[in-house]
């Protein structure tokens, strides 16, 4: 029997997504998110892989996960793990905070220092800041808990370099496919084709390529579909215009892949993130 559940809703002043989602055995394969992840364990052990380690987040810690970072899901004990997420957007965020950090260097990204903090002052504003949210408290309540959030949140942060568009550190055939995928990511693409964008033969080109994003070239162009197709259905796009604009076979192809990564359907996290019912 299927105990997993999801709860999604999307606050209409700042777009933050606010989850509550319960999971037994495995939750989701691996995937990213182009947000900051903000979130809990509230009951149980959540077990993920993350920046090359496995982590297990019990209640009272913090989890804390930046644009980009892959990572998947997994309930390493019979009760299964309960967790609560914010989901904040990378605009939001910097604009929110500018005050707090007037001298950002140049060319210069907002970071986690750790996936993990044990830190109970952000613990709660986190709680507290889910809760006026989840539960559409009135507007000065949100904007209050949110404050509060973003005040803890300033020391969990870091400034990195913004990875640039040419890398030099990483191997310019990775590289050449990684900037091709995200320009053309609805095309039908085969790996020959790729390999010969890249300048490199397709088995030494996965290898380059996953040792570089840590995903191979297929499972990345997946990644950036989905990341489109989630922006695409919370403006109020239909899944059937989705899958057909990101080059997936059909709505039934976006579904599977989708509810992989993200235990929703499309129309169901359309529904929630816009309150209006597929057709």
Known sequence: MNNNWV???????????????????????????????????????????????????????VFLLEPG???????????????????????WL????????????????LSFAQVLAEDPQ??????SAFAMLHGRDIRIARQAALDLLLERLTRHLTWRT?????DPRLPRAAQRA?????AHLEQDLG????????????????????????????AYLIQLRLTRARRLLARGETPALVAATLGFADQSHLGRWFRRAYALTPADYRTRCTNRPDR
């Open 191 to 218: 790996m020959d084709q790729l390999a010969q964008i890249a300048g490199v033969d397709r088995y030494r080109l996965t290898r380059a390529f996953k040792a570089a994003y840590g995903l191979p070239p297929h």
């Open 94 to 109: 910097e604009r929110e905070l500018c005050g707090l950090f007037e001298q950002a260097p140049e060319h210069a990204q």
């Open 7 to 61: 709860e999604l809703l999307q606050d209409g002043d700042t777009g933050i997504e606010t989850i509550r989602a319960h999971f037994e055995g495995h939750a989701y394969d691996p995937h990213w998110h182009d947000s900051y992840l903000v979130g809990f364990t509230e009951q149980g052990v959540q077990q993920f892989h993350c920046r090359g380690a496995r982590r297990s987040s019990t209640p009272g810690q």
């Open 69 to 91: 970072d892959i990572h998947d899901g997994h309930a390493p004990t019979a009760e299964g793990f309960t967790y609560r997420m914010l989901y904040l957007d990378p605009h």
């Open 122 to 127: 952000l613990a709660g504003a986190t709680a």
């Open 178 to 182: 990684r900037d091709y995928l995200h």
């Open 162 to 166: 913004r990875m640039p568009a040419c």
